[in-house]
Each structure stands twice: as C-alpha cells, then as structure tokens.
C-alpha cells in the first residue's frame, strides 16, 4: 500500500480508501448495501491490516447508522485515533425539520455535532460538504466551515459533487476573509466516465487539491460481472439500483478490452478499472466499497498490479472522451506555439 500527501497538508492517507455507504442498510439506502455490525467489523480490520488508513462516511448514509458502525468498530478493534484518517460529510437532509438540510452556518454546526456523536470521537479528520446548496452563499458556507476548524472539531476541509467554477471560487473566498481552504475534492471518477478530466481535475492539479475518486467500478458495472450477453448480475446492487449512469454501449467495450488485459494478467477486471485510475495524474485515494471480505481483498490487489504503458494506451483509448468546445479549440490554437 503506497501513501499520497493529501494536498499540502502533510497527511499522508493511504491510495486506497474503505468507503461505508454499504454499512447499515437502514431505510433507502438498503438498496446500496445492508452490512451489519460484525462484517462491518471484519472489514474494517481487514483494510486496517492491508495497510489502508482512510475511511470515507457521510451522515446521510443510512440515515446516520453508517456513522455510528464505524464508531463502534473502531472502538471495538481498539485502534488509536491517530493511526486513521476519517472523512465524513455534511448537506443533506437529516430530519423534518426546515433547517435540517443544506449548507447554512445553522446546519453545519448542528451536523457536525450530531456526526462526532454517532462516531464517538471528538474531531473529524476531512469534512466535505456532499453537494451544492443554491439556497445558501457561498460565504455562509465557508465561514460555517471556518467555524467547525476554529472550534477544534474538523481538522481539514473537502468538497464533494462541486462544479470547478464553484470550489474555485469557494477557495477564493476563504483565501481572502483568512480562512480554511478546500484541501481535497471527492468526485465520480471511473474508466467509463471520465467527465471530470475536462474542467475539474486540471483545476484540482492548477490548486493543488487532493483528488478523491467515488464508484471506481461505476457501482459495480465495472466489477467484471456485467458484459453485453449478462446484464444482470444476482449479487450486484446495479440489478436494482442502476446508479452512477454512464454510457452503457461505450462500457461494454472499455469491458472487453479490460477482460482481455485481465485474462492476459490473471486478475480481475475490477484490479485492472482500479490499476488504470492509480496511475492517472491527480488521483490521491480511490473510494472502495465492499460488502464482503473477498470483493475488499479484490480491490486491494489492484495496488499489486502496475499496468504496461501498451495496456494503459489501450484503455485510454477505448475510453478517450469525445472532443468538447472549448478544449479542442485550446488545442488548435496551442499547436503552432511551440518550435518545432
């Protein structure tokens, strides 16, 4: 297991990192995973023990018990607070009451108590807010955020589910008023939907943020169980939740190159979707998540497996986003800049 600086922080959180949206199952979110106290347990022993030290949460996963399961497994494994790096989040709606959502000084306050309660510890280690709140300024947002690090409850700063423009713009405001920056942004990043490398990863490179890919496996399209003659997998949460969306034609075929590559390796297809985003720039810590203790000891193999550059062209190229404006302008008119 490799380690990456998160941002200039001086953090080190490790290249992978155990999501728990899986944990809990309560209400909606059972769709997503049902994992109960013991195999949340075992799993979180098993990462611990392979080297991962990052874990990603957030209140809303399954309305706060997600929260409170890893609070009780890291007390049951009796690991020291300061062998983990945690992250949760904070914006959605987490009761009836009209202020009980969004990105108000208010809310963030209220959430961020209510979180360290479920987690029984007394700081978060990475805070991000989990989406945009138009409701709310972006200043409000920002020095509610100050709030929380000023009070010794949140060490470091992260956003999720963002547009450039927007955390840029964020960050210019904290700079300016003194207060805490964005250290990190969480993003849907898989070799099937490589949206991001448009606008948001140059920027998160330009601002030197940590770059946190989520559904890696494009919620387990990507995990080798679905191909054009299979669609449904059994055991997959695709069959009833069909989320993240992507481009399902353009997948099979970034598929069937990988099952080559794959067979060629003998790994899985999901190491190979894995391996491919380790090497690509920006990428600090890929967001796994896993319901059982084979899928996570599958995922962590990934960091065994260094991809060729003929494999990684290969799967670049199947994956290769189409030109958009005004990239392709950039590119023509930078073509005549250099000498030759």
């Known amino acids: 297991m490799k380690y990456n600086l998160l941002a200039n922080t001086g953090v ?116 991000y807010i989990h989406g945009v709140d138009t409701l709310t300024p972006l200043e409000e947002t920002m020095r509610g955020l100050e709030d929380a690090v000023r009070s010794g409850k949140v060490r470091y700063l992260g956003v999720s589910n963002h547009p450039a423009w927007m955390i840029a713009k964020a960050n210019g405001i904290a700079e300016k008023m003194g207060w805490t920056r964005f250290a990190a942004t969480q993003s849907y990043y898989t070799i099937a939907s490589r949206e991001i490398e448009r606008e948001l990863i140059p920027m998160a490179l330009s601002e030197n943020l940590a770059l946190m890919p989520w559904s890696p496996l494009a919620g387990g399209f990507l995990s080798g169980k679905y191909s054009r003659t299979q669609s449904k997998a059994g055991e997959s949460r695709r069959d009833n939740f069909d989320f993240p969306p992507l481009n399902k034609e353009k997948a099979y075929d970034i598929i069937e190159t990988m099952e080559e590559i794959a067979a060629g390796r003998n790994v899985s297809v999901a190491q190979v979707a894995l391996a491919w985003m380790l090497k690509k720039p920006g990428v600090t810590s890929i967001i796994i998540g896993a319901k059982n203790l084979k899928q996570l000891q599958d995922n962590i193999r990934s960091t065994e497996l260094t991809l060729a550059e003929n494999e990684m062209k290969r799967l670049d190229e199947i994956s290769e986003l189409p030109p958009e404006y005004p990239a392709w302008m950039m590119e023509r008119q930078m073509s005549g800049r250099l000498p030759d």
């Open 12 to 127: 080190l959180v490790s290249e992978l990192c155990l999501g728990a949206m899986t944990f809990g199952g309560k209400g909606w979110w059972e769709a997503i995973g049902k994992t109960d106290q013991d195999a949340v347990n075992a799993l979180m022993k098993l990462a611990l023990d392979s080297g991962i030290n990052f874990f990603d949460t957030a209140n809303v996963y399954s309305e706060g018990l997600s929260e409170t399961m890893i609070g009780h497994s890291f007390a049951k494994l009796g690991i020291s607070r300061q062998h983990f790096v945690l992250a949760t989040k904070l914006r959605s709606r987490m009761g009836q009451g009209a202020n009980q959502v969004g990105l108000s000084r208010l809310h963030i306050a209220d959430a961020v108590n209510d979180s360290l309660k479920r987690l029984q510890m007394d700081h978060i280690d990475l805070l």
